[in-house]
């Protein structure tokens, strides 16, 4: 796969690596960007792998009412500085993120808020209808797996695709924040409401 000029800014843009690095990343990924982000993550290259360990004692709580009044969300969103809470980029993410909270319904942040009695009750179920394909124990196992990734692809914020793009996913959307801000950004929680849902 030719390696272009857009590929490399893509890249860039989500990972905040040099334009170099981005280039030799593609280059060994054979273009997969997905890969390549693992190969700059790998050499400790991305901005925003680097900056995830810092301390975030800042951010916003927003809140956002949809549609006639009958979706609302409250967001917490945290930063490292208040100078960065009071940005106009950070503060259109939140606002970004809550809209697609109204809009998608996650359930948790990320999957490591799922409760373990959840995702057990999620593969019990999930074996159950795969045992009626008929196939080996194995096989059934690895489908359970890529199931429970789709459980938490549909259930986790961070994990879902952002729907103003979908070719991101929310925390590629964060990530790529941090890169173009400079600080580590933790979406801590969230809740939402529609009216008449208890």
Do not use: W
């Not at 609302?72 to 809550?98: H, P, S, W, Y």
Request: with cysteine; hydrophobic share 40%.
């Amino acid at each position: 796969m030719a390696i272009t000029a857009e590929l490399v800014k893509d890249l860039r843009e989500r990972s905040g690596a040099g334009i170099m690095d981005c280039k030799e990343a593609l280059n060994e990924t054979k273009g997969n960007m997905e890969a390549a982000i693992d190969y700059l993550r790998k050499k400790g290259l991305s901005k925003a792998a680097k900056k995830a360990g810092r301390a975030t004692s800042e951010g916003i709580i927003y809140s956002y009412i949809h549609g006639g009044a009958k979706i609302g969300v409250m967001l917490e969103v945290n930063c490292e500085t208040d100078f960065v809470a009071r940005n106009e980029k950070f503060q259109e993410m939140v606002k970004d993120i809550a809209m697609h909270i109204a809009a998608v319904r996650p359930a948790y942040v990320n999957p490591d808020e799922v409760p373990a009695d959840v995702v057990e009750r999620e593969r019990s179920i999930l074996a159950e209808q795969a045992k009626g394909s008929g196939k080996p124990e194995a096989v059934i196992a690895k489908i359970v797996d890529g199931r429970i990734s789709k459980f938490y692809e549909e259930s986790c914020l961070l994990k879902q695709k952002f729907v103003k793009n979908p070719d991101i996913t929310i925390e590629e959307l964060v990530k790529a924040k941090i890169s173009e801000i400079g600080e580590n950004i933790i979406v801590r929680r969230f809740v939402r409401y529609q009216l008449g849902e208890s």
